[in-house]
Nanobody, 120 residues
Framework: QVQLVESGGGLVQPGGSLRLSCAAS????????MGWYRQASGKQRELVAG???????KYADSVKGRFTISRDNAKNTVYLQMNSLKPGDTAVYYC??????????????WGKGILVTVSS
């Protein structure tokens, strides 16, 4: 199996920035797609950003132009750079790994989730 270790969450003021990191270990030979989901209180979990093994990306409309997903395949790590943060970005963010080409085709492994709070 694959284990995911997330870091980088916390409290930030509106307009600020955070970078989330997720390092994968275990059966990393099977990793293909990686991504980030989030779930705000009282809302459904949604895809924030995904990236394929080849570097193709997709973003939720609400974060386009503000968030950037990237990966370091040598380190089996995926990142989410979050800029111009808004209160609406407050949520628990979950790292996700899929065996298929795109993360929204199916998530096989989840991180435990890290809290991002955007508030003044």
């Amino acid at each position: 199996q694959v284990q995911l270790v997330e870091s980088g969450g916390g409290l930030v003021q509106p307009g600020g920035s955070l970078r989330l990191s997720c390092a994968a270990s275990g059966s990393i030979f099977s990793i293909n797609a990686m991504g980030w989901y989030r779930q705000a209180s009282g809302k459904q979990r949604e895809l924030v950003a995904g990236i394929t093994s080849g570097g193709s990306t997709k973003y939720a409309d609400s974060v386009k132009g503000r968030f950037t997903i990237s990966r370091d395949n040598a380190k089996n790590t995926v990142y989410l750079q979050m800029n111009s943060l808004k209160p609406g970005d407050t949520a628990v963010y979950y790292c996700a790994v899929g065996l298929d080409t795109q993360i929204d085709y199916g998530v096989n492994y989840w991180g435990k989730g890290i809290l991002v709070t955007v508030s003044s």
